[in-house]
């Protein structure tokens, strides 16, 4: 039992850095940008520019995916889909929208309203939390229909070399000569 639960954390720790990771990757370019603003005086106009924006944008476009994967992972999941459905209407809601019609506002006009450079920071963050939740919700859902199904374990989803269950394949509709295309 301890052992079981020490790969459970481990693996959990392993996420939790994975997911870090692809959010670090996303903001390095903005990070980038926003050093030279630094460097010429500007960066007050770093929360005035798009680019706090553009980045929730991704990172919304990222836990969108990652919600649907977990979704389509296996079937047995979806008793969870109105969940999942739920976290993807809010991810547009509440993330997606806004960036994109600020991206947009902030392009199209010279003068940028003040509430613009608390609006953006705030909109980075709620993505940064709806992707990482989005990871976790993946990763668990997955885990947990790896738990509850494994007497109906497949030849296809067998251990592999290094002791961890491999995916199942993604089954995918076959078509036929007569589809019309």
């Not at 790969?7 to 939790?16: F, V």
């Not at 999941?77 to 109105?82: A, S």
Request: positive net charge.
């Amino acid at each position: 039992m301890t052992e079981n639960r020490q790969q459970q954390e481990q693996y959990s720790l392993s996420m939790m850095y994975g997911t870090y990771a692809d959010v670090l990757f996303v903001l390095f370019p903005f990070l980038v940008i926003a050093m030279q603003r630094l460097w010429d005086g500007n960066l007050y106009q770093t929360l005035m520019r798009p680019d706090l924006s553009i980045a929730a944008a991704i990172l919304a476009g990222l836990a969108i995916g990652k919600f649907v994967l977990g979704l389509v992972t296996n079937r047995e999941l979806g008793r969870y889909k109105e969940r999942i459905v739920f976290f993807i209407a809010l991810t547009l809601f509440v993330v997606l929208g806004p960036a994109i019609i600020l991206i947009l506002s902030i392009t199209a006009n010279a003068q940028v309203p003040g509430f613009v450079a608390f609006v953006q920071p705030v909109l980075l963050i709620v993505a940064i939390s709806l992707y990482t939740t989005a990871v976790s919700i993946a990763n668990i859902l997955v885990r947990t229909n790896q738990g509850q199904s494994g007497a109906e374990v497949s030849e296809a989803t067998s251990q592999s070399k290094d002791g961890r269950p491999r995916p199942a394949p993604l089954d995918l509709p076959r078509r036929t000569g007569n589809d019309g295309y």
